[in-house]
């Protein structure tokens, strides 16, 4: 069986658009309970997706890296269905806001009056974060 026999075809998509759509050699996803790969021929699943990076394994040189907030993955029959809250290409991150963001959520998580406040806070910091760590990473 040649490389281009044994892609997945993968689709990112989140509320706003269609972030990414092409075939791959894998994915690595954060699950909720843990990063997990998927690769030519995986069981078809459904998983939990948590805040981190969506890396898609294009050739044996090239990756694509996505920062993610959560959301849903489906596997079916070497097709990857990616649901998710928000994804943005690594090369799309504005360091600057991102900064700013984590800044924010910060001074929210010290000023938070309630505990769904600082659940909040500590959401958007995680957000900010990852975004932070993904571009830092890969620029």
Same mark, same amino acid.
């Given at each position: 069986m040649s490389d281009s026999q044994r892609l997945i075809r993968v689709d990112i998509v989140a =509320? @706003?658009?269609r972030v990414f759509q092409g075939d791959v050699i894998g994915v690595h %996803? =954060?699950? +909720? @309970?843990g990063g997990f790969q998927i690769l030519y021929n995986h069981a078809p699943m459904i998983a939990s997706l948590s805040v981190g990076p969506l890396i898609l394994t294009l050739?044996?040189? /090239?990756?694509? +890296?996505?920062a993610t907030s959560g959301?849903?993955?489906e596997v079916i029959g070497n097709v990857v269905t990616v649901l #998710? /809250?928000? #994804? /943005?290409? %690594?090369s799309d991150i504005d360091a600057e806001r991102a900064k700013k963001a984590e800044e *924010? #959520? $910060?001074? *929210?998580l010290h000023n938070a009056s309630s505990d769904l406040d600082r659940i909040r806070a500590e959401q958007s910091l995680d957000r900010a974060r990852? *975004? $932070?760590r993904i571009q830092v990473a890969n620029t």
């Open positions: =509320p @706003d658009k %996803a =954060p699950g +909720v @309970d050739s044996n040189t /090239e990756k694509s +890296v996505f959301g849903f993955i #998710a /809250e928000t #994804a /943005e290409s %690594a *924010r #959520a $910060l001074e *929210r990852n *975004r $932070l």
